[in-house]
């Protein structure tokens, strides 16, 4: 079967691949663009560890076809520090010891990253709601939970 | 597996009538891509009608709203005008998945999927939508009752794609709702769900109404005589009583890891007085 020629953006770089039809998005940044810091977790859309961005809407990659990344932005957790200096989140996550075995950071990272983004003051209700979909089985949330309010209101400048 | 991306309805139907294989339509892909990677389905043939503009829109027409199939749950939930109008059919949407899955899930593809305890669908009965059928013999509207048959099993021929849902004009004092009982918060799938809608005339009596019950029987059910049950009263504890009593009868749930049979009955009755109490209290508003 004919492979197909995908250009996209990615972290604002822009990128080509090739790949199978079957292919999800998932498969297509890890394996034909090495970019591993999205995590395989159930590969059923259940655990949010693959969470990237498409023109800036938070989706599952696991549920998305490669091809289907034509022509699109992707944001994937390589692109959330601007270099060597860590986003907000990323610090808060540290200071607040937010994560354990790491797996599902990144897709916890990306998904906060969007609902900042989105609704910067957001109450701590509205950020459990949106990270109901981002699976973490070491932490408990709670340090998640305090990590994001706590880098929101570093973003507000407050 | 073949992917097509097609941008008009025509090639979209060609593609599907001509191929003898299993061919699948995508839209949100977020029930296809799970059952193609657990292998439950295996086409040869996947139809992605994204690139199709209807299938991506929300336009007003007659007075009600054209809702492309492709829409996502999270495009339906920025859409104020279309959430103020009909709020239900928007938070039963909603209520399907993670905010990731909200990114992609279309109400087109909740009901093409063939599930009973699809979300959107109770309460696209309850609004009276219709589906939009682009097919080899052209376009058709249905009501979405008629859609779903069975479990996995839909009224569509070979080569029909759903297009669009038509929420009709809404008059007057009329609002709908929508509720689902779960055992968690969030992210499960209903072990019973209530679509109402009803019209308020000026005195408060309720001229009109719409019931629909999901994961209660085979398919999402329209419950006539639980409409009429609150028809003609103020929706007074008489009403509601005969309404959970109608509900209740319309049942023909299985046992299941969500519940047994007793136990969604039951909650049937109390779930589609709670939704009718939120549609009222919405109608009297309106």
Request: hydrophobic share 40%.
């Amino acid at each position: 079967m004919a492979k197909h020629h995908v250009t996209a953006t990615v972290n604002g770089d822009a990128v080509e691949f090739l790949c199978e039809p079957q292919e999800t998005l998932l498969d297509c940044l890890r394996d034909q663009l090495g970019l591993t810091g999205t995590k395989e977790g159930c590969s059923t859309g259940d655990c949010g560890a693959c969470s990237v961005t498409v023109n800036g809407r938070l989706v599952c990659s696991c549920l998305m076809l490669g091809v289907e990344a034509n022509g699109k932005s992707i944001g994937t957790i390589e692109g959330v520090a601007k270099g060597e200096e860590l986003h907000p989140l990323q610090r808060k996550f540290l200071e607040h010891a937010a994560l354990q075995c790491g797996i599902c950071t990144p897709g916890f990272l990306v998904a906060a990253k969007a609902l900042l983004e989105k609704h910067p003051d957001p109450s701590e209700t509205e950020v459990r709601y949106w990270l109901a979909g981002n699976l973490c089985r070491c932490t408990g949330y709670d340090k998640i939970i305090r990590a994001v309010m706590d880098a929101a209101t570093e973003m507000r400048g407050a | 597996m073949r992917y097509e991306a097609p941008t008009s309805f025509d090639q979209a139907v060609a593609l599907l009538t001509r191929e003898p294989g299993e061919a699948r339509v995508l839209a949100g892909g977020t029930d296809l891509l799970v059952q193609m990677r657990t292998d439950i389905v295996d086409p040869i043939l996947v139809v992605d009608i994204k690139g199709i503009a209807e299938t991506r829109q929300i336009t007003e027409e007659g007075g009600g709203f054209r809702v492309g199939a492709a829409v996502t749950g999270a495009e339906l939930k920025e859409h104020g005008k279309l959430k103020s109008v009909w709020p239900g059919v928007v938070e039963a949407a909603n209520l399907i998945g993670s905010t990731q899955v909200q990114g992609r899930a279309t109400m087109g593809g909740n009901l093409c999927n063939g599930s009973p305890a699809a979300d959107s669908v109770p309460a696209l009965i309850a609004a009276g939508a219709k589906a939009t059928i682009v097919g080899p013999k052209g376009r058709r509207d249905v009501p979405v009752e008629d859609v779903m048959l069975a479990p996995r099993k839909l009224s569509l021929a070979k080569g029909e794609i759903i297009a669009s849902f038509l929420l009709p004009p809404k008059s007057g004092k009329t609002a709908d709702a929508y509720l689902r009982f779960i055992p968690r918060t969030e992210m499960d799938i209903a072990v019973v769900g209530c679509g109402v809608c009803l019209t308020l005339d000026a005195k408060g009596v309720c001229t009109a109404a719409r019931v629909s019950l999901g994961a209660v029987a085979p398919r999402p059910l329209l419950v006539a005589p639980a409409a009429a049950a609150i028809i003609g009263t103020t929706l007074d504890d008489a009403a509601m009583k005969k309404l959970d009593a109608a509900a209740q009868a319309a049942c023909q749930p299985i046992d299941d890891k969500r519940g047994t049979k007793e136990y969604r009955i039951k909650v049937a009755g109390v779930l589609a007085r709670r939704t009718a109490q939120i549609a009222l209290e919405r109608a009297r508003k309106n």
